[in-house]
């Protein structure tokens, strides 16, 4: 039998990690009378080494800042809510997910989310629901931020990449500013480093003089929505003045001479005078670029909510590739995964399509942009009930007002979450879950390399009463829905009480004989495994995770320490786990890095046509979407020093711009007649809304920016724009369909 520590409660300095953003960073808390009274860096973590931002400081406004739900919700017909008990929603939403499932088809239930920042081990048991229901298509916010890189990795190798920032001779950031938005370990630290460093170079693609930027050795300001040009232009100098590693791409790459010959025909002056960079610092970057020992990039939502975002996606890995800047200290690689989101990078290349509107599935999701449509409409095979786990899409989406009358439209939608969000106020059922530090809770966002790094976080308290945890909430639904006769799960019960061998013995055994439970799995180790495990018997999912992590990455995950025959490395890194620390789950070296691409001849395929056809045609294409109505770009959705999504609701967190200003700069405002504290009327084709203006030479004439994150109901007030008030479904990306949040054609009126 797997033994599990005791959830310790108000006991010292317990583990955890902050759930803001990606990185997870590992830190300890003090917790008295269900408070997070104190919060340090965990300096034993093996990726943050005790490193935390000012953000997660602050996490007990996200524990305690918010009204909680504490009892499911029935909407009513006149729209308000009434509470009922567990039983009655269960089974309520049970026969109802049966009764869509029978009459139209499970295709027809679609599920969004599964998790935000923090909070992803529900997804699994969220899988074996989808399995149960025989639903089909699935979304969450990946597909209106990534599923552009995710195609292009897809054709390129068949992996994710991530870069070596700490070593790095010379860095590009495009579109992305690590100073708020982090995403890789020690962020800021890793940033002071290279910018005191004469020997390092730090580059800099972004309209917006950030704090990146302003850190920055060279800043291409490029015009807003122009970073396609930008990025050609970089690459053309590289293959036009011959400065390209032609043994890497001899030796491991395929259709280079295609590539070679698209840049050849660019012209780098027109392409700077379209971006706005002068030519000649276009020219001195990229030969810096080709000049340095290591370069690595990174790309964020600046160029991928943005216009041509899957095509600069693939412009931006060619610096890299065009270069030989791959498996090697200071350059990119591609990296193990604990478990794959979404589809996986590998994951569809966007054969398949949705059913209403013909959008392509990128890694199996649904282009956010098209959801609402997939639903509003009379087609015989529009979705008809949605399922919705931990994410606020009703304020997070594009074009709130669309997303809300589809809501309305549905036979059934259901949202769990921890308040009441925008999006629940839409919903047919609300059931409470408990909050990520009342739970076994982990996240899949393993990019580390060479050490790669799981953690599973004890709960450092009980449940708030009435609230469940989503694999309980997940498995009352399933066994309502009557999907597997418990009599089939007696033999694995009667396994998992001799131990994990014994377990994995008579699990893959039954799988064999009823492939059905492969779909089930979640739900299966939960209800089998599950009981096993003391208080973490929502984690019995990662068993299996754990399971094909050992199998998929075999040497990796033997360095780490994980070793013996059959299931015998997964048994040991799963209960690793289970022990709640940070775990190293593989191991590599640089030259690792190559066995991670996908492709039998372990060659990076550099040719892909469709991209190559929109480069070539990218002279003639404007590059400007402005109009006489709408002379301004609004960038919807900057991340800023107290901005976190919508994860703290609670806006007493913001010590600094707490009405999320409207930045605009001097000349614009001098234009308008107005001053910082004045306040603007901001307009676009889909809504308008107030705010509150701050004077900033950080942007260019033409260009304004609001935060996200903000214009979400609070008791406290709500303070701020929501910014997919004024965000259309239209303008998205031709390829992966996501949204271009950062240009969106705007005009500002006084008030």
């Given at each position: 039998?797997?033994?599990?520590?005791?959830?310790?409660?108000?006991?010292?300095?317990?583990?955890?990690?902050?759930?803001l953003?990606?990185?997870?960073?590992g830190?300890?808390?003090?917790?008295?009378?269900?408070?997070?009274?104190k919060?340090r860096?965990?300096?034993?973590?093996?990726?943050?080494?005790g490193?935390?931002?000012?953000?997660?400081?602050?996490?007990?406004?996200?524990?305690?800042?918010?009204?909680?739900?504490?009892?499911?919700?029935?909407?009513?017909?006149?729209?308000?809510?009434?509470?009922?008990?567990?039983?009655?929603?269960?089974?309520?939403?049970?026969g109802?997910?049966?009764?869509?499932?029978?009459e139209?088809?499970?295709?027809?239930?679609?599920?969004?989310?599964g998790?935000?920042?923090?909070?992803?081990?529900?997804?699994?048991?969220?899988?074996?629901?989808?399995?149960?229901?025989?639903?089909?298509?699935?979304?969450?916010?990946?597909?209106?931020?990534?599923?552009?890189?995710?195609?292009?990795?897809?054709?390129?190798?068949?992996?994710?990449?991530?870069g070596?920032?700490?070593?790095?001779?010379?860095?590009?950031f495009?579109?992305?500013?690590p100073?708020?938005?982090?995403?890789?370990?020690?962020?800021?630290?890793?940033?002071?480093?290279?910018?005191?460093?004469?020997?390092?170079?730090?580059?800099v693609?972004?309209?917006?003089?950030?704090?990146?930027?302003?850190?920055?050795?060279i800043?291409?300001?490029?015009?807003?929505?122009?970073?396609?040009?930008c990025?050609?232009?970089?690459?053309?100098?590289?293959?036009q003045?011959?400065?390209?590693?032609?043994?890497?791409?001899?030796?491991?790459?395929?259709?280079?001479?295609?590539?070679l010959?698209?840049?050849?025909?660019?012209?780098?002056?027109?392409?700077?005078?379209?971006?706005?960079?002068?030519?000649?610092?276009?020219?001195t970057?990229?030969?810096?670029?080709?000049?340095?020992?290591?370069?690595?990039?990174y790309?964020?939502?600046?160029?991928?909510?943005?216009?041509?975002?899957?095509?600069?996606?693939?412009?931006?890995?060619?610096?890299?590739?065009l270069?030989?800047?791959?498996?090697?200290?200071?350059?990119?690689?591609?990296?193990?995964?604990?478990?794959?989101?979404?589809?996986?990078?590998?994951?569809?290349?966007?054969?398949?399509?949705?059913?209403?509107?013909?959008?392509?599935?990128?890694?199996?999701?649904?282009?956010?942009?098209?959801?609402?449509?997939?639903?509003?409409?009379h087609?015989p095979?529009?979705?008809?009930?949605?399922?919705?786990?931990?994410?606020?899409?009703?304020?997070?989406?594009?074009?709130?007002?669309?997303?809300?009358?589809?809501?309305?439209?549905?036979?059934?939608?259901?949202?769990?979450?921890?308040?009441?969000?925008?999006?629940?106020?839409?919903?047919?059922?609300?059931?409470?879950?408990?909050?990520?530090?009342?739970?076994w809770?982990?996240?899949?966002?393993?990019?580390?390399?060479?050490?790669?790094?799981?953690?599973?976080?004890?709960?450092l308290?009980?449940?708030?009463?009435?609230?469940?945890?989503?694999?309980?909430?997940?498995?009352?639904?399933?066994?309502?829905?009557?999907?597997?006769?418990?009599?089939?799960?007696?033999?694995l019960?009667?396994?998992?009480?001799?131990?994990l061998?014994?377990?994995?013995?008579?699990?893959?055994?039954?799988?064999?004989?009823?492939?059905?439970?492969?779909?089930?799995?979640?739900?299966?180790?939960?209800?089998?495994?599950?009981?096993?495990?003391?208080?973490?018997?929502?984690?019995?999912?990662?068993?299996?995770?754990?399971?094909?992590?050992?199998?998929?990455?075999?040497?990796?995950?033997?360095?780490?320490?994980?070793?013996?025959?059959?299931?015998?490395?997964?048994?040991?890194?799963f209960?690793?786990?289970?022990?709640?620390?940070?775990?190293v789950?593989?191991?590599?070296?640089?030259?690792n890095?190559?066995?991670?691409?996908?492709?039998?001849?372990?060659?990076?395929?550099?040719?892909?046509?469709?991209?190559?056809?929109?480069?070539?045609?990218?002279?003639?294409?404007?590059?400007?979407?402005?109009?006489?109505?709408?002379?301004?770009v609004?960038?919807?959705?900057?991340?800023?020093?107290?901005?976190?999504?919508?994860?703290?609701?609670?806006?007493?967190?913001?010590?600094?711009d707490?009405?999320?200003?409207?930045?605009?700069?001097?000349?614009?405002?001098?234009?308008?007649?107005?001053?910082?504290?004045?306040?603007?009327?901001?307009?676009?084709?889909?809504?308008?809304?107030?705010?509150?203006?701050?004077?900033?030479?950080?942007?260019?004439?033409?260009?304004?920016?609001?935060?996200?994150?903000?214009?979400?109901?609070?008791?406290?007030?709500?303070?701020?724009?929501?910014?997919?008030?004024?965000?259309?479904?239209?303008?998205?990306?031709?390829?992966?369909?996501?949204?271009?949040?950062?240009?969106?054609?705007?005009?500002l009126?006084?008030?």
């Amino acid at each position: 039998m797997t033994t599990t520590p005791e959830t310790p409660v108000g006991t010292g300095w317990q583990k955890t990690a902050c759930i803001l953003c990606e990185c997870n960073c590992g830190i300890e808390v003090q917790v008295e009378d269900r408070r997070l009274l104190k919060i340090r860096g965990d300096k034993d973590h093996p990726s943050s080494e005790g490193y935390t931002c000012e953000k997660p400081l602050r996490l007990d406004r996200y524990q305690n800042g918010t009204p909680r739900l504490t009892t499911p919700l029935r909407r009513r017909t006149d729209g308000s809510y009434e509470e009922i008990d567990w039983d009655t929603a269960i089974s309520e939403i049970a026969g109802k997910l049966a009764s869509i499932r029978d009459e139209h088809g499970g295709d027809k239930i679609f599920f969004y989310g599964g998790g935000g920042q923090g909070n992803h081990l529900g997804a699994g048991y969220g899988q074996a629901l989808q399995a149960a229901v025989g639903a089909k298509y699935k979304s969450n916010a990946l597909a209106q931020e990534k599923t552009g890189e995710m195609y292009v990795d897809g054709r390129l190798y068949g992996g994710h990449t991530k870069g070596d920032f700490e070593h790095a001779e010379v860095v590009v950031f495009v579109g992305k500013n690590p100073w708020q938005s982090h995403s890789f370990p020690r962020a800021r630290p890793v940033l002071k480093e290279m910018a005191a460093d004469p020997a390092r170079t730090m580059v800099v693609i972004d309209p917006r003089r950030s704090e990146t930027a302003a850190m920055a050795d060279i800043h291409l300001q490029v015009r807003p929505g122009t970073d396609a040009w930008c990025l050609a232009a970089l690459g053309a100098v590289l293959i036009q003045e011959d400065l390209v590693d032609h043994d890497f791409l001899r030796d491991h790459t395929t259709g280079a001479d295609t590539v070679l010959a698209a840049y050849a025909d660019i012209d780098v002056d027109d392409f700077a005078e379209r971006c706005g960079v002068p030519a000649d610092l276009i020219r001195t970057t990229a030969r810096r670029i080709a000049a340095a020992k290591s370069v690595c990039t990174y790309e964020d939502l600046g160029i991928q909510q943005a216009p041509h975002s899957t095509l600069n996606s693939y412009l931006n890995k060619m610096l890299w590739i065009l270069t030989g800047n791959f498996a090697k200290e200071g350059g990119m690689f591609l990296h193990s995964m604990f478990a794959a989101l979404a589809g996986g990078p590998g994951g569809g290349g966007g054969s398949r399509l949705t059913p209403v509107t013909g959008a392509r599935i990128i890694s199996g999701l649904v282009p956010c942009n098209s959801i609402a449509e997939e639903i509003d409409t009379h087609h015989p095979d529009r979705f008809r009930a949605m399922w919705v786990d931990a994410v606020n899409p009703a304020h997070s989406l594009a074009d709130s007002a669309s997303f809300r009358r589809a809501m309305s439209k549905l036979e059934l939608s259901v949202v769990i979450d921890i308040a009441m969000t925008e999006t629940a106020r839409e919903a047919d059922y609300v059931l409470p879950a408990a909050s990520q530090f009342e739970k076994w809770e982990c996240t899949f966002f393993n990019v580390d390399f060479p050490e790669n790094v799981f953690h599973l976080r004890a709960p450092l308290m009980e449940p708030l009463a009435g609230t469940l945890a989503e694999p309980e909430i997940y498995a009352r639904v399933i066994r309502a829905l009557g999907v597997l006769d418990d009599d089939a799960l007696a033999p694995l019960r009667a396994a998992a009480e001799n131990g994990l061998a014994a377990y994995a013995d008579a699990f893959f055994a039954a799988a064999t004989t009823d492939p059905r439970l492969m779909g089930l799995a979640a739900h299966v180790l939960y209800e089998t495994l599950g009981p096993t495990l003391g208080t973490a018997r929502g984690a019995a999912a990662l068993w299996g995770v754990s399971q094909l992590c050992a199998m998929n990455q075999a040497a990796s995950v033997a360095r780490a320490g994980f070793t013996g025959t059959g299931f015998e490395p997964g048994n040991q890194l799963f209960e690793r786990i289970l022990e709640g620390a940070a775990v190293v789950f593989t191991r590599d070296d640089y030259d690792n890095a190559w066995d991670y691409v996908r492709r039998p001849d372990r060659r990076f395929t550099v040719e892909i046509p469709e991209l190559l056809e929109h480069l070539s045609g990218l002279g003639d294409q404007p590059s400007t979407w402005t109009t006489d109505e709408f002379p301004f770009v609004l960038s919807a959705g900057e991340r800023r020093a107290f901005t976190a999504n919508t994860i703290i609701r609670d806006p007493s967190w913001r010590r600094r711009d707490a009405d999320g200003a409207l930045r605009i700069s001097p000349a614009d405002a001098a234009g308008l007649g107005v001053a910082t504290g004045d306040r603007l009327r901001v307009v676009t084709e889909r809504g308008s809304a107030e705010a509150s203006v701050e004077v900033t030479d950080t942007l260019q004439v033409g260009h304004v920016s609001l935060p996200n994150g903000l214009g979400i109901d609070h008791p406290d007030g709500t303070p701020g724009v929501a910014p997919n008030e004024l965000t259309s479904l239209h303008h998205r990306d031709w390829l992966a369909g996501t949204p271009w949040h950062k240009y969106v054609p705007a005009r500002l009126e006084t008030v």
